[in-house]
């Protein structure tokens, strides 16, 4: 059973996500052969005070 975990700085729109869930879904049962009904996808939202580049954190950094 496979097991995807996506990490992403929070902000985008519900239907990006869910587009992205369905391709990468979709890749791995492509790529790996694993039934559809096996495959997990896990997106895991952070906001930008919580998410660092080495010491910078992302809500400091310039977009």
Known sequence: MPIIQITLIEGRDQETIETCI???????????????????????????????VGDMLKSEMLE
Do not use: C, W
């Open 22 to 52: 369905r391709n990468v879904a979709r890749t791995v049962h492509e790529s790996l052969g694993a039934p559809m009904t096996s495959i997990r996808v896990i997106v895991n939202e952070v906001p930008k005070n919580r998410f660092a």
